[in-house]
């Protein structure tokens, strides 16, 4: 591991990206933190730079890191990844923090990651992989509701329909396969066992071989209180989640986490970057697979990477040189909790262009907003995405950092903005 200042490019300009930035900069050997192509955050935060380069332009990234000597590449979001930004870099001789374009495979198909988890007997739904409505429909009346109907390939984290109603779970299959809703990621269905319980997200660093879980986290996936309405990306996400305690994250370790490494290699899709895992914990404590993400989960990112003590800079260059296992992680004891505020109509058709304002409020070091969908014009920011901000707040309870984080949110406005306000109430009434 040099000793040297290093320059290091985050890929991506979203809140998982600005927080990225934010715990990249912070590190003795950063720097400079570039980012690409970042947001109206990521354009003022200390140490950081935008640089007007698209997280899908791979030509573009590869000549970016020549230009700039980059000496590591952290890639935030799905799609470079899936569409093998990776594989381009190395080749390019460019030290880089994520899977290849076949070990990405995990995240962009669905029906891929159900047939794997499968021949490697990890536990998820039941479940049926189809391309044509007819086939997919007979086997949709033989599931009970709740029913559970994914789009195969990347969706920005909305490709699911849950429903109890049989018309409406008919209606999104056909929908899917005949390109309307998602196009090319919902050419095949997956359709699952509904599984009962509460959700938590289990995140770990990999090397290849080792595995370093993160904090635990839990995040709230429907855009209302008490999760009605809509699937999102994600309206919030708070840390620690106490439903993942010592022995539950074991166990995922032992029965998910590992197998999944191991059965990546074993398949020639070895996987070094941050390997995501959506857990259905049933009622019974049985941890069950909703699906893997080959990346920061967001807004998991922004709570998460608050709380973490240690220099983030030197654990990814660990995992790059495949020297994770000398590697250990501090966390400060604190509980952090982030709220999402979304642009007016999010997740149907989010509007954009609207002023932000209250972005100057200082609520002192517990406190931290973390730009999403957000883009500068002059000295104003606009809104440029469906989950706009993302507000977190540090507490030495979970009591503590919600309110903290709710102050924060309402220190800010723009024309439609909205949020939950129960973001960490089911670690609350765990406690």
């Not at 990346?295 to 990477?305: A, F, K, M, S, V």
Request: proline residues 5%; charged residues 25%.
């Amino acid at each position: 591991m040099s000793t040297d200042k290093q320059t290091i490019l985050v890929v991506g300009g979203g809140g998982r990206e600005h927080a990225l930035a934010w715990k990249l900069a912070q590190s003795p050997r950063a720097g400079s933190v570039l980012v690409a192509p970042g947001n109206a955050g990521t354009a003022t935060e200390a140490g950081v730079r935008n640089v007007d380069v698209g997280a899908e332009d791979l030509p573009g990234l590869v000549r970016l890191c020549a230009d700039e000597a980059v000496d590591l590449v952290v890639v935030g979001p799905e799609a470079p990844l899936a569409a093998g930004l990776v594989d381009r870099l190395e080749e390019a001789g460019v030290r880089v923090f994520g899977p290849r374009q076949a070990a990405a495979e995990l995240e962009a198909s669905k029906a891929f990651t159900k047939d794997f988890l499968a021949r490697h007997q990890v536990p998820t739904a039941a479940y049926g992989n189809f391309d044509d409505a007819a086939t997919a429909l007979q086997f949709l009346t033989n599931m009970a509701p709740p029913y559970v109907i994914k789009a195969d390939g990347l969706a920005a984290g909305k490709g699911v329909v849950v429903t109890e109603d049989y018309a409406e779970a008919e209606a999104a299959v056909r929908d899917m396969l005949s390109g309307n809703r998602f196009g090319a990621a919902g050419a095949r269905v997956v359709i699952e066992e509904f599984l009962p319980g509460e959700e938590a997200s289990f995140i770990a660093v990999v090397d290849g071989e080792t595995l370093l879980p993160l904090a635990s986290s839990q995040d709230h996936k429907r855009v209302g209180d008490g999760d009605s309405g809509p699937n999102t990306g994600g309206m919030g996400a708070y840390s620690p989640a106490p439903v993942l305690d010592d022995a539950l994250q074991a166990r995922v370790m032992d029965e998910i986490m590992r197998p999944v490494v191991r059965g990546l290699a074993a398949e020639g899709r070895r996987f070094r970057g941050f390997l995501y895992c959506g857990l259905m914990i049933a009622p019974d404590g049985t941890p069950k697979v909703v699906e893997f993400n080959v990346r920061l989960g967001d807004p998991e990112t922004q709570p998460i990477l608050m709380r973490l003590e240690s220099d983030l800079l030197s654990l990814l260059e660990a995992a790059v040189d495949g020297e994770l296992e000398a590697q250990t992680l501090r966390w400060t004891e604190q509980s952090c909790v982030g709220v999402v505020l979304a642009a007016e109509h999010y997740p149907a058709s989010p509007a954009k262009g609207d002023v932000i304002s209250g972005l100057e409020t200082d609520l002192g070091p517990q406190t931290k907003v973390f730009h999403a969908g957000t883009r500068a014009d002059g000295d104003t920011v606009l809104t440029a995405g469906g989950r706009v901000l993302c507000a977190c707040g540090l507490g030495d309870t979970l009591a503590q950092a919600q309110e903290r984080a709710y102050v924060a949110a309402d220190a800010i406005s723009f024309r439609g903005m909205h949020c939950r306000r129960d973001i960490g109430s089911r670690g609350l009434n765990r406690d």
